[in-house]
């Protein structure tokens, strides 16, 4: 059956099923957490990930583009592996230590709006109505999402550490759009060097920690998944994806994630909901949708 399916309807499952191994990836890192230590972890990832992804990069025509790399593209990407893998994948880690993955991918979904607002003076693009409305709405479903505040003192550890995250969200995706809209660069080689730099930083943070503690096999398990699965082969099925897929679907299909993840955290890390909490997921994932629209 799924042979007959035109090429756009493959790439659709494609992608839904990456958003998938995404969502997981929250599930997964909780569990890990519960005994390996949160930088030590997401640079363990990233790094096994990055190795994966270095044949991509082998063939002389990509050696011959690295090669031929200014030294204002090195700098380029050696910002956005610091500050999109580095920081906002170590953030991501910690906070998951202290807050349900639920609240930490709403916080972190509020990138979208950012980068839509930090796009006003450093882009020079005005946002429509529509986008003012669908910012409007995001900021309504934040408060309501999280009202009554009564977070402890923990707590209050996670979502300081991902708010942090998500304006590094922010600013190395308006660093990526730079270098996509200035350079000539494959996206391949732009996120296997900055997921090098990245994974360099997050091992010198994690060396902080002290020593790698023993991991069992199950732990193990659940790093090259993250690391092989959720990571490398990812990336490469999202990469494909995105050859076909017009970019407001595969906006679209990506803003699934926080229902995905809603979902996933109910039935395996038992983060219930309650009726105000799936309606401001609701008018999130439609201000989201709003704001990314006319893109």
Same mark, same amino acid.
């Given at each position: 059956?799924?042979?007959?399916?035109?090429?756009?309807?493959?790439?659709?499952?494609?992608?839904?099923?990456?958003?998938?191994?995404?969502?997981?990836?929250?599930?997964?890192?909780?569990?890990?957490?519960?005994?390996?230590?949160?930088?030590?972890?997401?640079?363990?990832?990233?790094?096994?990930?990055?190795?994966?992804?270095?044949?991509?990069?082998?063939?002389?025509?990509?050696?011959?583009?690295?090669?031929?790399?200014?030294?204002?593209?090195?700098?380029?990407?050696?910002?956005?592996?610091?500050?999109?893998?580095?920081?906002?994948?170590?953030?991501?880690?910690?906070?998951?230590?202290?807050?349900?993955?639920?609240?930490?991918?709403?916080?972190?979904?509020?990138?979208?709006?950012?980068?839509?607002?930090?796009?006003?003076?450093?882009?020079?693009?005005?946002?429509?109505?529509?986008?003012?409305?669908?910012?409007? #709405? %995001?900021? &309504? =479903? $934040? +408060?309501?999402?999280? *009202?009554?505040?009564?977070?402890? !003192?923990?707590?209050?550890?996670?979502?300081?550490?991902?708010?942090?995250?998500?304006?590094?969200?922010?600013?190395?995706?308006?660093?990526?759009?730079?270098?996509?809209?200035?350079?000539?660069?494959?996206?391949?080689?732009?996120?296997?060097?900055?997921?090098?730099?990245?994974?360099?930083?997050?091992?010198?943070?994690?060396?902080?920690?002290?020593?790698?503690?023993?991991?069992?096999?199950?732990?193990?398990?659940?790093?090259?998944?993250?690391?092989?699965?959720?990571?490398?082969?990812?990336?490469?099925?999202?990469?494909?994806?995105?050859?076909?897929?017009?970019?407001?679907?595969?906006?679209?299909?990506?803003?699934?994630? #926080? %229902?995905? &993840? =809603? $979902? +996933?955290?109910?039935? *395996?890390?038992?983060?219930?909901? !309650?009726?105000?909490?799936?309606?401001?997921?609701?008018?999130?994932?439609?201000?989201?949708?709003?704001?990314?629209?006319?893109?």
């Amino acid at each position: 059956m799924i042979k007959n399916w035109s090429p756009l309807k493959k790439n659709r499952l494609i992608a839904l099923f990456v958003t998938f191994l995404w969502s997981t990836s929250w599930v997964l890192i909780k569990w890990g957490l519960a005994g390996i230590p949160p930088l030590k972890f997401v640079a363990i990832r990233y790094s096994i990930a990055c190795v994966c992804l270095l044949p991509l990069i082998l063939p002389e025509n990509q050696r011959k583009i690295i090669a031929s790399l200014s030294k204002k593209q090195w700098l380029l990407l050696f910002l956005y592996g610091i500050v999109f893998f580095g920081i906002t994948q170590g953030a991501q880690f910690v906070a998951l230590k202290y807050i349900p993955a639920v609240s930490a991918s709403l916080i972190l979904s509020f990138t979208v709006i950012t980068v839509t607002l930090l796009g006003i003076p450093f882009l020079k693009e005005t946002p429509s109505r529509l986008q003012w409305l669908g910012i409007s #709405l %995001f900021v &309504i =479903a $934040i +408060l309501m999402y999280f *009202f009554p505040i009564t977070f402890s !003192g923990d707590q209050w550890i996670g979502i300081a550490v991902i708010v942090i995250g998500m304006f590094a969200n922010s600013a190395g995706t308006l660093l990526g759009r730079h270098i996509n809209r200035t350079g000539n660069i494959p996206a391949v080689t732009v996120t296997i060097i900055s997921m090098a730099i990245g994974a360099i930083v997050l091992n010198i943070a994690a060396a902080l920690e002290g020593p790698i503690p023993h991991l069992n096999f199950s732990q193990w398990a659940v790093i090259v998944w993250l690391a092989v699965v959720n990571s490398a082969l990812a990336f490469v099925l999202w990469n494909h994806s995105q050859r076909i897929l017009p970019a407001s679907e595969s906006s679209l299909i990506n803003n699934t994630m #926080l %229902f995905q &993840i =809603a $979902i +996933l955290a109910w039935i *395996f890390l038992g983060e219930s909901l !309650g009726l105000k909490e799936l309606i401001s997921l609701l008018i999130a994932i439609t201000a989201i949708w709003l704001v990314q629209k006319q893109k």
